[in-house]
T-cell receptor, first 112, second 113 residues
Framework: EPEVTQTPSHQVTQMGQEVILRCVPI?????FYWYRQILGQKVEFLVS????????KSEIFDDQFSVERPDGSNFTLKIRSTKLEDSAMYFC??????????FGPGTRLTVL | GNSVTQMEGPVTLSEEAFLTINCTYT??????LFWYVQYPGEGLQLLLK?????DKGSNKGFEATYRKETTSFHLEKGSVQVSDSAVYFC????????????FGAGTQVVVTP
């Protein structure tokens, strides 16, 4: 069964450093998303991406964040200058347009 | 604004007991409703969904019915197993968004032998 994959599973970084989280969505999907879950809190929407553009973004997704689909298979989330409060589990998801989103296993980001 | 409210956990049950997790929502229009499950150490898995009023989603013995009159989407399973121990998330998707799923806080379920 096709699945969304994410790398790395755990990323540790120093405050102020740039990080790139990588995702490989399900191959025939066209809609891509990033969510995050701070420990003990709700899963929060960050951004949706379709046709090489951001479709919608939340207020969390400020200028420090960017997304890219650099090739036909990868979808990345970049955080330019990490802050302590960016520590969270980041989930990538993809959809084929039916409304159902399929999530990856997540990347745990720890900012020290 | 749109929101999802779930019953607080943890919910602790014995094997073969009946499980209900309450979920209510606030939304404009006619959202689609989802249940996701997160097993320990894993990501979110889509469990079931319903896209319009009175639809029943079902999967792996779990069921939920979209009740517009009570704005609810309660998850039920008739006989739980230890392997059902997980965190369950209710979520909604409104028609005016580009796929922004809005999640409830999650309900942890612990099933003991």
């Amino acid at each position: 069964e096709p699945e969304v994959t994410q790398t790395p599973s755990h990323q540790v970084t120093q405050m102020g450093q740039e990080v790139i989280l990588r995702c490989v969505p399900i191959s025939n999907h066209l809609y891509f998303y990033w969510y995050r879950q701070i420990l003990g809190q709700k899963v929060e929407f960050l951004v949706s991406f379709y046709n090489n553009e951001i479709s919608e973004k939340s207020e969390i997704f400020d200028d420090q964040f960017s997304v890219e689909r650099p090739d036909g298979s990868n979808f990345t989330l970049k955080i330019r200058s990490t802050k302590l409060e960016d520590s969270a589990m980041y989930f990538c998801a993809s959809s084929g347009g039916t409304g159902s989103q399929y999530f990856g296993p997540g990347t745990r980001l720890t900012v020290l | 604004g749109n929101s999802v409210t779930q019953m607080e956990g943890p919910v602790t049950l014995s094997e073969e007991a009946f499980l209900t997790i309450n979920c209510t929502y606030t939304a404009t229009g006619y959202p689609s409703l989802f249940w996701y499950v997160q097993y320990p150490g894993e990501g979110l898995q889509l469990l079931l969904k319903a896209t319009k009023a009175d639809d029943k989603g079902s999967n792996k013995g779990f069921e939920a019915t979209y009740r517009k009159e009570t704005t609810s989407f309660h998850l039920e399973k008739g006989s739980v197993q230890v392997s059902d121990s997980a965190v369950y998330f209710c979520a909604l998707l409104t028609t005016d968004s580009w796929g922004k799923l809005q999640f409830g806080a999650g309900t942890q379920v612990v099933v003991t032998p």
